[in-house]
């Protein structure tokens, strides 16, 4: 429950980050174009960082995250559905822009959910062990 709770408030807290960043920063403030990539390329980064801890709260069901070797499969399975939806971008019926900058910070993002997550797993886990004896 302690995992599932802490993944809940951390999507939802990323979303309205994810959010800010889209409909208020972006076309709202003047950004340098120094930081113009980082700002770009930020919803996908913390979106992607995201893919564990959504993975725990939504979809439990499915991805049942009680390992390391689940969390990985999952983090991976997440990644691939990102990088395809960035490819599908090169289509152009769908309006949107390929970027590889957008799949190396997706890369990067689910390689830090994976640490931050493992580790609360960790955590939970010797947790529970110490409660059992």
């Given at each position: 429950?302690?995992?599932?709770?802490?993944?809940?408030?951390?999507?939802?807290?990323?979303?309205?980050?994810?959010?800010?960043?889209k409909?208020?920063?972006?076309p709202?403030?003047?950004?340098?174009?120094?930081?113009?990539?980082?700002?770009?390329?930020?919803?996908?980064?913390?979106?992607?960082?995201?893919?564990?801890?959504?993975?725990?709260?939504?979809?439990?069901?499915?991805f049942?995250?009680q390992?390391?070797?689940?969390?990985?499969?999952?983090?991976?399975?997440?990644?691939?559905?990102?990088?395809?939806?960035?490819?599908?971008?090169?289509?152009?019926?769908?309006?949107?822009?390929?970027?590889?900058?957008?799949?190396?910070?997706?890369?990067?993002?689910?390689?830090?959910?994976h640490?931050?997550?493992?580790?609360?797993?960790g955590?939970?886990?010797?947790?529970?062990?110490?409660?059992?004896?």
């Amino acid at each position: 429950m302690y995992l599932k709770n802490i993944s809940r408030w951390t999507v939802i807290t990323g979303t309205l980050l994810i959010w800010t960043i889209k409909f208020l920063i972006r076309p709202l403030v003047h950004i340098p174009p120094l930081l113009q990539p980082l700002v770009g390329f930020a919803p996908n980064l913390i979106g992607s960082f995201l893919l564990p801890f959504g993975a725990c709260w939504f979809f439990q069901r499915y991805f049942r995250l009680q390992t390391q070797r689940d969390l990985t499969f999952t983090c991976s399975f997440g990644l691939l559905l990102v990088i395809i939806n960035e490819y599908l971008q090169l289509i152009p019926v769908f309006g949107r822009t390929f970027d590889y900058l957008d799949i190396f910070s997706s890369v990067i993002g689910v390689f830090c959910g994976h640490l931050v997550f493992g580790r609360l797993m960790g955590s939970q886990m010797a947790q529970a062990k110490q409660s059992a004896l």
